[in-house]
């Protein structure tokens, strides 16, 4: 209904400034009768036959009502004022009363035989079918209006959703004539927008208007839609849990894992990226032609939660196993040498080759601290509980680089 309602204030945005002067019930009768002989709906309009009709489409965008990803169309709310030069229908209005205008059904005069040609699954589909009447001016000025709520079918690229921006045409040909007979003439290269209403989920940047040649005899014009997809409802619903899932999938790293609720965390959280996979999904295409980042970045971190889990699942069975087991070997000497090196940083002071005894108390602090490791080691001050707070900090800060360095190189992608 909303629809109907806009073409009609279509309609008096584009009469509002005709005015008629409309006669008596005679002059009308006496002049439709006059023009009835001068009608011929199957021959152009043209008192030389050679020559070619030139019809004129002026478009009005009145909204973007959907842009269907998995469909890969886009539907519109459009109209179009369709206007050409009737040679052969022409009167004196001084002789009617005044009457310079009269409207006609479609039936019974020449109208261009237009058509969309990328319909959705309607190729060629006909305009005829919508015209509702032709007005005719006593010059010859002949023109109608018609609405749709069209379907046309746009390739959406995903690569970049949902920070992408799409091109998506509009085409009108013509079935029947070629350009010798008719041609298809617009009086602007933008599709006007005086009656445009915003759409919720898609912005429309631009547009404009060209004329495609399909051969060297027939020539279609397009109108193209150049649309970008308003981000805020994804980043609010899509990225932003995302990532809180994603750090709270590393956090898991900070539970003691002899508490026993490591593994039910790291699960639950791995079906909550599958569910975001299939909420993706189901709104994806099933093409192959593009891969969405944001299906690549999901599918990282969903590797990443696997991860998690099998480290996780390893640590558990590591915090039951005795202190003396052959897989502490490795993380024991991975922890003495991690432990070497933080002791010389924090022991080496800024000394100039030059001071001798600067460079003599350094040495002597570093062969305490070497001592004291000895010592320790010696001690087994190296226990599981050391190991497996040591493997939980590397795993975590591992993590922790690796979902911030994936999460910056996507965005970046997406949004450049």
Same mark, same amino acid.
């Given at each position: =209904?909303?629809?109907?309602?806009?073409?009609?204030?279509? $309609?008096?945005?584009?009469?509002?400034?005709?005015?008629?002067?409309?006669?008596?019930?005679?002059?009308?009768?006496?002049?439709?009768?006059?023009?009835?002989?001068?009608?011929?709906?199957?021959?152009?309009?043209?008192?030389?036959?050679?020559?070619?009709?030139?019809?004129?489409?002026?478009?009005?965008?009145?909204?973007?009502?959907?842009?269907?990803?998995?469909?890969?169309?886009?539907?519109?709310?459009?109209?179009?004022?369709?206007? *050409?030069?009737?040679?052969?229908?022409? *009167?004196?209005?001084? =002789?009617?009363?005044?009457?310079?205008?009269?409207?006609?059904?479609?039936?019974?005069? *020449?109208?261009?035989?237009?058509?969309?040609?990328?319909?959705?699954?309607?190729?060629?589909?006909?305009?005829?079918?919508?015209?509702?009447?032709?007005?005719?001016?006593?010059?010859?000025?002949?023109?109608?209006?018609?609405?749709?709520?069209?379907?046309?079918?746009?390739?959406?690229?995903?690569?970049?959703?949902?920070?992408?921006?799409?091109?998506?045409?509009?085409?009108?040909?013509?079935?029947?004539?070629?350009?010798?007979?008719?041609?298809?003439?617009?009086?602007?290269?933008?599709?006007?927008?005086?009656? !445009?209403?915003?759409?919720?989920? $898609?912005?429309?940047?631009?547009?404009?208007?060209?004329?495609?040649?399909?051969?060297?005899?027939?020539?279609?014009?397009?109108?193209?839609? !150049?649309?970008?997809?308003?981000?805020?409802?994804?980043?609010?619903?899509?990225?932003?849990?995302?990532?809180?899932?994603?750090?709270?999938?590393?956090?898991?790293?900070?539970?003691?894992?002899?508490?026993?609720?490591?593994?039910? !965390?790291?699960?639950?959280?791995?079906?909550?990226?599958?569910?975001?996979?299939?909420?993706?999904?189901?709104?994806?295409?099933?093409?192959?032609?593009?891969?969405?980042?944001?299906?690549?970045?999901?599918?990282?971190?969903?590797?990443?939660?696997?991860?998690?889990?099998?480290?996780?699942?390893?640590?558990?069975?590591?915090?039951?196993?005795?202190?003396?087991?052959?897989?502490?070997? *490795?993380?024991?000497?991975? !922890?003495?040498?991690?432990?070497?090196?933080?002791?010389?940083?924090?022991?080496?002071?800024?000394?100039?080759?030059?001071?001798?005894?600067?460079?003599?108390?350094?040495?002597?602090?570093?062969?305490?601290?070497?001592?004291?490791?000895?010592?320790?080691?010696?001690?087994?001050?190296?226990?599981?509980?050391?190991?497996?707070?040591?493997?939980?900090?590397?795993?975590? $800060?591992?993590?922790?680089?690796?979902?911030?360095?994936?999460?910056?190189?996507?965005?970046?992608?997406?949004?450049?």
């Amino acid at each position: =209904m909303e629809f109907y309602k806009k073409i009609v204030t279509v $309609w008096i945005f584009l009469v509002a400034v005709e005015t008629t002067n409309a006669g008596t019930f005679s002059d009308q009768q006496q002049l439709y009768s006059d023009l009835e002989s001068l009608m011929a709906p199957s021959i152009r309009p043209v008192i030389n036959q050679d020559d070619k009709v030139n019809v004129t489409i002026t478009p009005y965008i009145i909204s973007i009502v959907d842009v269907n990803e998995k469909q890969q169309s886009l539907t519109t709310s459009i109209a179009f004022r369709i206007s *050409w030069i009737c040679e052969t229908i022409r *009167w004196n209005s001084s =002789m009617y009363g005044g009457i310079n205008v009269v409207h006609v059904e479609p039936s019974n005069i *020449w109208t261009p035989d237009l058509a969309y040609m990328n319909a959705n699954g309607k190729n060629g589909v006909s305009i005829h079918a919508a015209i509702l009447k032709v007005a005719i001016y006593s010059n010859g000025f002949a023109h109608f209006l018609i609405g749709e709520l069209l379907q046309s079918t746009c390739t959406i690229d995903i690569t970049k959703y949902p920070f992408d921006t799409q091109v998506c045409p509009v085409i009108i040909g013509k079935l029947y004539y070629d350009d010798s007979m008719m041609m298809i003439l617009t009086n602007s290269n933008k599709v006007s927008m005086n009656i !445009y209403e915003e759409n919720g989920e $898609w912005a429309l940047i631009d547009t404009h208007i060209e004329n495609k040649e399909l051969d060297d005899a027939s020539t279609n014009v397009q109108f193209t839609f !150049y649309l970008k997809r308003r981000t805020l409802y994804y980043c609010l619903n899509i990225y932003l849990p995302l990532m809180l899932l994603s750090a709270m999938n590393i956090l898991s790293f900070k539970l003691p894992a002899n508490s026993g609720e490591r593994i039910g !965390y790291c699960v639950s959280l791995l079906l909550t990226f599958v569910v975001f996979l299939n909420m993706i999904s189901d709104a994806m295409p099933k093409v192959s032609l593009q891969v969405s980042y944001l299906q690549l970045y999901i599918n990282i971190q969903f590797i990443l939660g696997i991860a998690i889990t099998t480290l996780s699942m390893y640590l558990v069975q590591l915090s039951y196993s005795d202190d003396d087991a052959s897989h502490f070997q *490795w993380i024991k000497r991975l !922890y003495k040498f991690s432990c070497c090196n933080k002791r010389k940083d924090s022991i080496a002071p800024e000394i100039s080759t030059n001071d001798d005894s600067k460079q003599e108390e350094f040495e002597t602090n570093l062969q305490k601290e070497e001592e004291k490791v000895n010592y320790n080691n010696n001690n087994n001050h190296f226990d599981k509980i050391t190991a497996m707070k040591f493997i939980d900090d590397v795993c975590f $800060w591992i993590f922790s680089a690796l979902f911030v360095l994936t999460t910056l190189v996507c965005l970046l992608f997406m949004v450049t």
